[in-house]
């Protein structure tokens, strides 16, 4: 009677362990990093002229998209980004390629500059203070 008694209790825990294990939920991976959406237009970065300031991870996976913001301009203004110190330059961003999408690795703290590069675009002197801060 004990052998059958220790048997049952031991079956006992083991579909106990088994539910417990059973019940809690399983890890969800963590939701995927959203990519940067920002605006450019004659009126700079996200309508910020000058100096607009964008605070990345060191050794973040970085994906920004250049959305074309001049829609309500009469004509087309086209803009090239460029993001010297990674070798990157977006192609034309315009009322017909309104999204360009870049991806890099942020490396080393500190500061990336970012900037239109075609110079003959209206309002260009706003769109050169792009400052990607690595930390």
Do not use: W
Request: overall charge negative; proline content about 7%.
């Amino acid at each position: 009677m004990k052998k059958v008694f220790l048997l049952l209790l031991f079956a006992l825990v083991v579909v106990l362990m088994i539910a417990s294990a059973c019940a809690q939920a399983p890890e969800e991976p963590p939701p995927p990093e959203e990519g940067i959406r920002i605006e450019v237009s004659r009126q700079g970065f996200n309508g910020t002229p000058g100096e607009f300031r964008l605070a990345v991870e060191e050794g973040q996976e970085v994906e920004i998209t250049f959305v074309y913001g001049d829609n309500d301009f009469p004509e087309n203004n086209p803009h090239i980004i460029g993001i010297p110190d990674y070798g990157i330059s977006t192609s034309v961003l315009d009322e017909n390629n309104p999204e360009v999408t870049v991806r890099f690795t942020a490396k080393e703290t500190g500061e990336v500059a970012f900037l239109c590069t075609k110079v003959d675009c209206v309002g260009h002197t706003n769109l050169l203070g792009g400052i990607l801060v690595i930390e």
